[in-house]
């Protein structure tokens, strides 16, 4: 905090001593300093707001401050790095490149609007993509079979507003999947987030119905508790709310689904997670003998445990595993995102480098924590078809 404090005043210093010596008056320079004031108290609000003990009322406020914040100083930020490189040839005294100030400005600008429109209207966008997925040995009868996945659903950032969440179910609904599942992460700190939307998402319906794993977030981890006792209600709160949602709550366990004579494996493991992520589960509890014939599908949160432990594990035999929890970052642009600095596989279809018959597939869910924004990134249904693989 105590570095982005000395940047920010570094460059609103910069800004304001800009706008002076090039402004034909004093206005510009005088409301960038009313507004880098103004910007600063944000900050100390941000500071003093609690964010795990706090309401979920406050939170949202943390988040949407802290969002307003940032969008300011990113496109503030874009201005003195090109303003700076324009003004090179002045140190061998010629003039500034003014051209190069102006885009920098023109550029901040877009960028604002950008986040904005991020947060205004991308993080309410729906994208269903459809993907295809070979396995080798797949059941005759589970050959086109269509699973719908979501995940990410952080409901306490909607607080109490269904409006996105009822979206989202019709258009899972509309899929015609023959199961559903959701991989994690469907509130920020308390279960009770949850239950404004328990009534739109026991719509959910699919054939084989709809199966769920828990996420870091769900666990009660980012809030604080009175006692050990009061988390573990949380979190029985939790298990009970998804039940009666008609959901099967999947805690290190799994599940045979039946088509006629044939059968799959739906592996459920609760969260395993890379630090400072706490790990709950336990992938051998979930499924006795990994390296068996049948084929099987895990769901498990976060994609560091596909990474870790079964793609280059030989003794573990799991044909695809269904992950969430990177979000792209919530940023996305032209197929990047900066969540590849902390997950190389961050989004979409990944192959095992050992083994082309492991698979991975990372939702990037359809909520948002922490920024209140997806650029890019949009809110994903993934819709997967099993097709069997003929060599």
Request: net charge neutral.
């Amino acid at each position: 905090m105590l570095i982005l404090l000395l940047v920010n005043l570094g460059t609103d210093t910069y800004i304001y001593r800009k706008l002076k010596s090039r402004c034909t008056t004093a206005t510009p320079a005088k409301i960038q300093l009313i507004t880098a004031i103004i910007l600063y108290l944000i900050l100390v609000v941000i500071i003093s707001l609690p964010r795990r003990g706090g309401s979920e009322d406050t939170l949202l406020c943390v988040m949407w401050l802290l969002f307003g914040y940032i969008s300011v100083y990113v496109a503030k930020y874009l201005f003195v790095i090109f303003d700076l490189f324009a003004s090179i040839p002045c140190l061998f005294k010629k003039k500034r490149i003014k051209p190069l100030s102006l885009f920098g400005a023109f550029l901040g600008c877009v960028v604002f609007i950008s986040m904005w429109w991020g947060a205004l209207v991308n993080r309410y966008r729906i994208q269903v993509n459809e993907v295809t997925v070979e396995i080798a040995g797949l059941p005759d009868n589970f050959d086109g079979y269509r699973i719908a996945q979501f995940s990410d659903l952080h409901t306490g950032t909607f607080r109490n507003d269904t409006t996105f969440v009822a979206k989202l179910v019709d258009r899972i609904n509309s899929t015609g999947s023959d199961l559903i599942v959701f991989t994690g992460d469907i509130v920020n700190r308390r279960i009770d987030e949850l239950l404004p939307f328990t009534g739109v998402l026991e719509r959910l319906e699919a054939p084989d119905g709809v199966y769920s794993i828990l996420g870091n977030h769900d666990y009660g981890d980012y809030s604080e508790w009175d006692s050990d006792d009061a988390k573990q209600k949380n979190l029985n709160l939790s298990h009970r709310l998804q039940k009666d949602m008609g959901w099967q709550l999947l805690l290190n366990e799994h599940r045979f689904l039946v088509n006629g004579k044939d059968s799959i494996a739906l592996i459920g493991v609760e969260n395993i997670g890379d630090p400072p992520f706490h790990s709950y589960g336990s992938l051998g509890k979930s499924y006795p003998s990994l390296n068996d014939d049948n084929v099987k599908i895990l769901l498990s949160h976060n994609p560091a445990h596909w990474v870790d432990s079964i793609s280059g594990n030989k003794d573990v035999k799991i044909d695809l595993t269904l992950s969430g929890h990177t979000h792209a970052m919530q940023l996305e642009v032209f197929g990047l995102s900066p969540a590849v600095m902390r997950y190389k596989t961050w989004g979409g279809l990944y192959f095992s480098p050992e083994s082309d018959d492991k698979m991975l597939y990372v939702n990037i869910g359809s909520g948002t924590v922490g920024l209140p924004m997806r650029l890019g990134a949009t809110p994903e249904i993934t819709v997967i078809t099993l097709k069997k693989k003929t060599t």
